[in-house]
């Protein structure tokens, strides 16, 4: 019985380190608004979740980096938008759990202008996707964004542009009517 106590002990104590390692969470005030943004990483999913809690522009969302898709659920929009993500622009997911971590805090390039335009069509079924994006998007009308190249994007009027801020790392912008709204 004590070999069996050693043996669940040694186990707990090598698996805390790497189990650490798969979840981790940290919350920020964000700057110049009223509330804040709590990011949590699984490395072993490879998902970034985003709570943004400002008052002026609540949105959650998922970063899937095993399907290479982001969610974003617009609360004053009432709806949830799916794109692609572009990895050339996108923080890695290790650079991600690394400055959560406080280890790194490395620059990132700029983003602003990258925009996403919001397709007319509905997502009709959100059975394909992963289980964290369907949480994401459920009870809300989900739409298609497809991100408009540098230099390509069409005129939009800014004021239906959705400003999406993730920490330090970058921003977007999603922009376009959403139908039936």
């Not at 997911?93 to 990258?114: E, M, R, V």
Request: some cysteine.
């Amino acid at each position: 019985m004590k070999h069996l106590v050693a043996s669940f002990i040694l186990v707990i104590l090598l698996l805390t380190p790497s189990l650490a390692l798969m979840n981790i969470s940290d919350s920020h005030s964000l700057d110049g608004s009223v509330g804040t943004q709590t990011i949590q990483v699984d490395d072993f999913q490879g998902m970034v979740s985003i709570q943004d809690s400002n008052v002026f522009s609540e949105w959650s969302g998922i970063m899937d980096y095993k399907t290479d898709l982001f969610a974003v659920k617009l609360f004053s929009k009432r709806a949830c938008i799916l794109a692609k993500m572009d990895q050339a622009v996108f923080p890695s997911l290790d650079d991600i759990s690394k400055a959560l971590d406080k280890q790194t805090f490395k620059h990132y390039p700029s983003t602003h202008g990258l925009t996403y335009t919001v397709l007319p069509n509905r997502v009709k079924s959100l059975a394909q996707y992963r289980t964290a994006i369907k949480n994401v998007c459920r009870e809300f009308p989900t739409y298609f964004a497809q991100q408009q190249k540098e230099g390509t994007a069409q005129a939009i009027d800014p004021e239906s542009c959705f400003e999406i801020q993730l920490l330090f790392f970058m921003g977007l912008s999603i922009c376009g009517e959403i139908p039936g709204l």
